[in-house]
C-alpha cells in the first residue's frame, strides 16, 4: 500500500469539522505514513491554542504562522497533512499542496453545522455557511474531491480516497511529445 503514491505527500483540505484530522490519521496508518496537522503544529509553536492566536494576534497573523508551517512541512514525504480549513484562501500556500496529492473532504453543510454546534473552539464557526460558499471553488481545486453526505466512517472515507488514487495518478502522468 505504502508504494501507491511512490512517497508523495497527501494534504487534506476542507471545511472545519469535516474531519481531516479523524480520516487523517487512519488514512496515514492505511498507507503506511506519518501524520501532521498543521492547526496542532501551529499551537505547539505558538505556545497556545488557536482561538487565542486569533483574539490576541489576529487572523492574518494566523494564516502567516499557518503558510510558515506548511512551508517546512511540505519539503516531508511519505505523510497525510490535514490543514486547517482556510489554508487554500492564500494563493501561495497551493505552491506548497501541489507538492503533493490534494484531497477535499467535501461535507454537507448540515453535517459540518452539526458537528460544530457545540464547538467552542473554531473561532470562524458562526460564519460557516458564507466561508464555505466562498472556498468552495477553491477546495474543487483539489486532486481528488471527496463528497460525504452521511455519517460514513473514517476507515471507510480512507478506502474511498486510497481507491481514487490510482485513477488521478494515471490522469497527472504528463505524456512527452514526441
Known sequence: MSDLLQGVSVYLIGMMGAGKTTVGKQLAKDLNYRFIDT????????????????????????????????????????????????????????????????????????????????????PLADKLESLLETRRSLYAQADIVTPINSDISPADISAKIIETIPTVLKSQVKIPNN
Open 39 to 122: 492547526d496542532e503544529t501551529i499551537e505547539a509553536i505558538a505556545k497556545q491554542p488557536i482561538t487565542d492566536i486569533f483574539q490576541t494576534e489576529g487572523e492574518v497573523y494566523f494564516r502567516e504562522l499557518e503558510t510558515q508551517v506548511l512551508s517546512q512541512l511540505s519539503v516531508y514525504a511519505r505523510s497525510v497533512i490535514s490543514t486547517g480549513g482556510g489554508i487554500i484562501t492564500k494563493q501561495t500556500n497551493w505552491s506548497y499542496l501541489r507538492d503533493g496529492l490534494v484531497v477535499w473532504l467535501d461535507v454537507d453543510l448540515e453535517i459540518l453545522k452539526k458537528r460544530l454546534a457545540q464547538d467552542q473552539t473554531r
